[in-house]
């Protein structure tokens, strides 16, 4: 058993002298979660194509290109082990360097298979009629046959097939995200690794950030830190600046960054299968009177909301807290979903609980030690053109909660500024009548 805390971390290697990452516990604790969660459920069994819970099921990988193919599928049924089937030469690997894939009865459950690459194939070629086929015949052998069979996500073809042969399909998606809700003590050790490694990445970033930088030069900087420190995959890097920052767009330019302008950023990236999804907010060269009190009034709400994180408090307790759409310039929950937010991560970034006043309320969900989940505040600032975005991603623990996100956020960082001015000097004073008047002349005020 690991003796590490979870919420520590260590090298990325495994030595010989110190007690790391267990990874045969990982595969073990995950296939018990999907297997327990299966046994509660209605369903004879659970077919996966989606990239995550394959990989949560059987432990394969073969890189981030097949994420949006839906290529892979894997099996696990109430009375058998997990089966995949794979992209060609990708099952003789498993076979190869696989074992717990491998248990010597019979025909390999690590196996060549593919699906209709998304429709790419021919609808003639019978690809979908071969992919029912091969489950059909695994749920027969099992004596499975009039179970109803949960999938997380199908290609329409394929479950056409699956219904001609006389398959009840239902929706599969609950029972995994109900395996993955709670987290081992594995999976938070390397989600606190991978935030670590976020925290490098901003380290850079703020040392960085100039006028004249583009957005676009951030996010190549980030990635190439992430990829150096053993990321697998960076899924995205959110740069947003100036008076892009309000309304947030969600995706990064090449906007050129000026002296003064509010800047944020989040970064989303994968270790060994576990991401993040981080955010922080900088000033660059100087910050405004306005550009402050937005980021005050975001960590205003994020402490708030890190405060109530408990076992047994529920996610309605945690948006109660937050505004409400209306409060800072949106007309509905909808309008302004993802900006006071919060979300589990684990393989993905968007797992359960979900906090957000759209549904919380009416649909609560308790708050349990071992969830691992993000939260987001955001707060347009008063000028109509910056705004703040803070993101902390915790750990539920007996006590209420740890926070793995280690970058400073108490108070909003200045980047670049030393070469205007030193806090409360004359350039700064400048600069807030400036603002103070702009934001005036924005309200019609003399």
């Known amino acids: 058993m690991s003796t590490i805390a979870a919420t520590g971390t260590t090298g990325t290697m495994g030595v010989d002298w110190e007690q790391r990452i267990d990874f045969d516990r990982l595969r073990t604790d995950r296939l018990a979660r999907v297997r327990a969660q299966l046994e509660k459920s209605e369903l004879g069994a659970v077919l996966a194509f989606d990239f995550s819970n394959i990989r949560y099921l059987t432990a394969t990988h073969i890189g981030t290109w097949a994420m949006d193919k839906l290529i892979r599928f894997a099996l ?52 979908a009629r071969e992919v029912a086929a091969k489950i059909k015949r695994e749920l027969d052998a099992q004596g499975l046959a009039g179970e109803p069979l949960g999938i997380d996500v199908v290609e329409p073809p394929v479950l056409f097939a699956l219904q001609e042969l006389g398959v009840r399909v239902v929706d599969g998606q609950q029972v995994f995200m109900e395996a993955r809700r709670i987290k081992t003590p594995e999976e938070i050790t390397l989600l606190t690794h991978a935030a670590a490694m976020v925290d490098a990445a901003y380290e850079d970033l703020y040392e960085f950030l100039r006028p004249g930088v583009r957005e676009n030069e951030t996010v190549g900087l980030v990635a190439k830190k992430l990829y150096d420190l053993g990321s697998e995959y960076v899924e995205g890097v959110n740069a947003i600046s100036g008076e892009r920052c309000s309304p947030h767009p969600h995706v990064y330019s090449d906007r050129l960054i000026r002296p003064g302008d509010p800047a944020f950023f989040d970064i989303l990236h994968s270790f060994n299968g576990y991401r993040t999804c981080y955010y922080r907010t900088f000033a660059v060269g100087s910050a405004s ?6 980021y005050t009034r975001a960590r205003e709400l994020m402490d708030r909301a890190i405060a109530a994180v408990k076992p047994g408090a529920t996610t309605a307790d945690i948006v109660r807290l937050w505004p409400a ?18 979300h589990g991560v684990g393989l993905s970034i968007w797992e359960k609980p979900i906090f957000s006043r759209l549904v919380s309320f009416d649909h609560p969900e308790v708050l349990e030690e071992g969830m691992v989940f993000a939260l987001e505040t955001y707060w347009p600032s008063a000028d109509g053109v910056g705004a703040a975005r803070i993101e902390e991603e915790l750990v539920v623990t007996a006590g209420g909660c740890e926070l793995i996100t280690k970058f400073p956020a108490e108070e909003l960082m200045v980047a670049g500024g030393r070469r205007y001015y030193t806090v409360g000097g004359p350039m700064n004073l400048l600069r807030e009548s400036q603002s103070h008047l702009n934001t005036a002349a924005g309200r019609g005020e003399e």
């Open 76 to 127: 696990l049924t109430r009375t058998g082990k997990p089966i995949s089937w794979d992209f060609g030469s990708a099952a003789r690997h498993h076979q190869l360097h696989n074992p717990w894939l491998m248990d010597g009865e019979g025909e390999p459950r690590a196996r060549a298979g593919i699906s209709t690459l998304r429709g790419a194939f021919h609808p003639d070629a019978g690809i």
């Open 289 to 294: 009177r306005a550009q402050r009190d937005a």
């Open 325 to 342: 759409a209306t409060e800072f310039g949106f007309a509905d929950e909808e309008a302004a979903f993802g900006l006071q937010y919060g």
